[in-house]
T-cell receptor, first 114, second 113 residues
Framework: DGGITQSPKYLFRKEGQNVTLSCEQNLNHDAMYWYRQDPGQGLRLIYYSQIVNDFQKGDIAEGYSVSREKKESFPLTVTSAQKNPTAFYLC?????????????FGDGTRLSIL | QKEVEQNSGPLSVPEGAIASLNCTYSDRGSQSFFWYRQYSGKSPELIMSIYSNGDKEDGRFTAQLNKASQYVSLLIRDSQPSDSATYLCAVNMRRRGYQKVTFGTGTKLQVIP
């Protein structure tokens, strides 16, 4: 089945530690996205990528980094500079360049501070 | 003004009733509109897309779009307890050659048995 796989499902970060969240898709989508969701709030865009080897900052990129070395993979690193990382992180993908195509989401990773 | 606005709710309706969820958006140039359902602790799931003015029906769900009023709504007929979730409105706007999807904060729906 085609879909988006995020791992791990739960992740704990120690003080001063960088952690990486994995996102893999087999939908052959060009565009991929990372969102953060805090309790009772909507989705806020962290980073997005329209094509391999290219990515752009979203609305809340500070303290995060990404790479897009392969079409199917878009890992997110939460760095120690992100002082409030506890949130639900969602990866999404879509067909790039077409406004009528919706985004599809993975199951998410829940990150907490130890 | 928020780019996409939704009433946070909760919206409580009895089982079998029609639930009406509303969303307004600020960008007149928006072309694509989506409704997602998100159960507590889960990721959003696409339930409806709408691109033209008017109504679009899919089973118990009807999406309504009025671009002149910058308003999109979702009607759920014969509401079931399993419809209890948060419903996110998403609007696709074109920004610097990139398709930016902006999400509302969601409306929590409670269907009372």
């Amino acid at each position: 089945d085609g879909g988006i796989t995020q791992s791990p499902k739960y992740l704990f970060r120690k003080e001063g530690q960088n952690v990486t969240l994995s996102c893999e898709q087999n939908l052959n989508h060009d565009a991929m996205y990372w969102y953060r969701q805090d309790p009772g709030q909507g989705l806020r865009l962290i980073y997005y990528s329209q094509i391999v080897n290219d990515f752009q900052k979203g609305d809340i990129a500070e303290g995060y980094s990404v790479s897009r070395e392969k079409k199917e993979s878009f890992p997110l690193t939460v760095t120690s500079a992100q002082k409030n990382p506890t949130a639900f992180y969602l990866c999404a993908s879509s067909i790039a360049g077409r406004s009528n195509q919706p985004q599809h989401f993975g199951d998410g990773t829940r990150l907490s501070i130890l | 003004q928020k780019e996409v606005e939704q009433n946070s709710g909760p919206l409580s309706v009895p089982e079998g009733a029609i639930a009406s969820l509303n969303c307004t958006y600020s960008d007149r140039g928006s072309q694509s509109f989506f409704w997602y359902r998100q159960y507590s602790g889960k990721s959003p799931e696409l339930i409806m897309s709408i691109y033209s003015n008017g109504d679009k029906e899919d089973g118990r769900f009807t999406a309504q779009l009025n671009k002149a009023s910058q308003y999109v709504s979702l009607l759920i007929r014969d509401s079931q307890p399993s419809d209890s979730a948060t419903y996110l409105c998403a609007v696709n706007m074109r920004r610097r050659g990139y398709q930016k999807v902006t999400f509302g904060t969601g409306t929590k729906l409670q269907v009372i048995p």
